[in-house]
């Protein structure tokens, strides 16, 4: 009995975890179902890229050498697929799980078992997609977006892909709920919305997105799956419906995404500019309602991916001064990271150097996204590399160069160790700079008229062709060096403080590193919410 | 060998542009780095419309990435430098740089609207084709003229481009880019396309025309384009949506001619059509008999 109390008193944390395998499918707690996410995030990021190799392989040269135009087709619908809802998304939740219970000031999140059934959804959901690949007919081949008609000539694949579609859809929502939830009630007395940190923020605000749009594309896949196999014409002119629709439909959804996508990145470069320039963020009240502002224009922008179909005068208009005005707050958002560093201190650890690639390259990524709100110029790079190069600029040197920011971060934060930081330069510059060479030349390409979604092109395409390929087995390779310093830090990194970074401020750098299992038991006191709050 | 040419060929484009040379658009390398001005009016209007961006957004980088490399340059804290940590918010300053890119965006904002209203005018046509795209590969139809044919990847490219055909592309002419009928078309007359698609969506696009128009089953699109009177060639381009395993070979070639060829080309071409059709009624009502 006695040895009993000394047990539990060892255990003030209040650590029940279950061990061995219980731990992780039983997993209730915000950090071990974070570390799930990234796991599985990364795991995914490797696949999808794995399937973009495929394709630069192919197009390394003109001709067709290694693969089959229709599985080509599939690799470039997989690898979006994949990317987008398997690493991309699932790494923001993780982070968001790792995180936002740590950064208000709660022991966890706030509905743990909805957040295990939320991650434990996504395993199934992908191995469902990536097991379409050995189906007759083979993997879904018609573009991520999956535009009817041509989605519905898809083969065995076809349901495979609808249902992976409504899993992500509804692990998605729950985790979102979970977000919103937390955020509104589990903040820690004294921590007022205006003191959230950016990523918090962002995350809220992104969590309202998913939970608007997620819906949209299931009903939108829905219609297709009734179109396919129970005889309606939702989007089949023949029999009175509207191809088009389903675009409006789809773009309605995928819009709003892929702010999803960026937002809590724009949260993570909030922290860490400020961070490493040893100095408040500027402007946080404006950052906040920039924020705001581009995820109410994200809802009223969806038609400019659709601008060739052939819409009325008075409604191309409308979308492209709709999706101008984007401009005004993400500029708003890049003048203030920068009048951040302005007259600061600035040092360059690893987190930073991400941080200050992403605020170059997804601006040059925000240029050629201004250039396609152009309509008339847009009918020039409507689908051409061009815009394979804008997205990828938006999404690599953006939302997975933020996570990539977000990891080097807080990894010491929740391992309680510092990682390599000489390796973690070298995976910097290598990634920073094949990102450009393998991204850069698609502008010209698309300028110069190749299409996209092709395996095989004209002559002249060639040497752009063969730069990028390089840039992206470079890219690629380059990137196998971030799981390895991960569990090379978990291993063997030498331990930190609480604050491991000089400049650090909120609420998870007052918590011991590694950070107890049940995070805030007790709320931090308002004078520790005081020195958290960075501005 | 292959990589060194590219290079060399962005240093000089890099160089040119920066002087701002005119002649740099007629390079041989600059067509691998940009948009073509076209032989249409509108093209070139679109061109015109893209540098004018291009430059906005080049100006706009150059203060903005300005004051990033300064600030990483001169406030280091390896030279010693102190935090101001009281600069957190400056509002004269915040209305600044939300007003100014309003201003710019107005500026660009007016041009492009201009241009569209003008590419959305498809009254007063000479001549009306209609285009159906298909899985893989287009359908042309004068109307009212009899004249109705269709078009496909040439046999040169599409024997080159099976997988493992042992055909070096680059012995192929036009690549990927080549017909065997192209589209024939008059030179200094307003054309309007009717595009639709028979299977799946399809895209009709031909740079050099400035025209990418959606061919949707069901729906019947509209556009149109006038060559330069001066200009008679060959000008290609490429179905532009995703349409299934051949979409990346189904090319589009433009032959624009004379109106005097022109209108001998459908003269005899209505001919030809209508003497096979008689032919193969006649060869119909035999075999039947």
Redesign the interface.
Known sequence: MAEQHAHAAAHDDHDHKPHGWRRWVYATNHKDIGTMYLVFACTMFFIGGAMAMVIRLELFK????F????FF?SMTTMHALIMIFGAVMPAWTGLANWMIPMQVGAPDMALPRLNNFSFWILPFAFTLLLSSLFVPGGAP???WTM?P??VL?TGASFPMLVFAVHMMGASSILGAINVVVTIMNMRAPGMTLLRMPLFVWTWLITAYLLIAVMPVLAGAVTMLLTDHFFGTTFF???GGG???MFQHIFWFFGHPEVYILILPAFGIISEIVPTF??????????MVYAVASIAFLSFIVWAHHMF???MP?AA??FF??ST??I??PT??K??NW??T???????FEPPMLFA?AF??LF??GG??G??LA????D??Y???YFVVAHFHYVLVPGAIFGIMAGVYYWLPKWTGRMYDMTLAKWHFWLSAIFVNVLFF?QH?LG???M??????????????N??SS?GGFGFGLSQLLFPYLIIKCIRTGQPVGARAWEGAHGLEWELPSPPPYHSWTTPPSAAVIARGAA? | M??R???A?LALCAAAAALALPAAAEESGW??????RGVTD?SR??YA??ME??W??VW??VV??G??IW??IA????QG?????S????TK??IV??IV??II?IA??VP??R???E??DTTKTGLTIKVTGFQWGWEYEYLDEGVAYYSHLDRASDA??????G????SVP????NVDRPLVVPNGVKVRLLITGA???H?W?V?DL?????A????I??AWFKVDDDFTGMLR?????????????MPIVVDVRTKADFDTWLKNTAAAQKQAAAADASAASTSGM
């Not at chain 2, 406030?75 to 390896?78: A, E, H, L, P, W």
């Not at chain 2, 055909?167 to 680059?170: Q, S």
């Open positions: 003109p001709g067709l050498q693969v089959d135009p229709q087709n081949a018609g573009g535009y008609p041509l000539q089949t002119a023949a509207d191809p088009v320039s040893r100095k408040p963020l500027f402007g946080y009240e404006a060739t179909v052939g005068l191309q208009l492209m001064l101008m005005l401009a005004i500029g708003v890049v003048f920068t009048a560093m302005w007259r600061g201190s600035l040092s200050l605020l170059f601006t040059i240029f050629s201004l250039m152009m309509v008339p110029a009918y020039q409507q689908d051409t030349p010209f300028l110069a008229g299409p996209r979604r092709i395996p095989d092109y004209a002559v002249q395409f060639t040497d752009w063969m730069v390089i501005h | 292959t990589i040419r590219p290079l060929r067509a691998q780095l940009n948009l073509p509108i209007k679109i419309l893209h961006i291009f906005v957004c706009i980088g903005v990435f004051a990033m600030s990483i406030f280091r804290k390896s430098a102190v935090p101001d940590t600069m957190v918010h400056n300053v915040e740089w939300t890119p309003v965006l660009m904002a492009a609207a241009t569209l209203v590419i959305e080159a481009r099976e997988l493992g055909s055909i070096d592309p680059t036009h690549y990927l880019l299977d799946v969506i895209s696009w740079k400035g025209v990418k128009k959606d949707i089953p069901g729906f699109n509209e381009g490429n179905c532009a949506e995703l349409c299934g395993r051949d979409h990346g070979f």
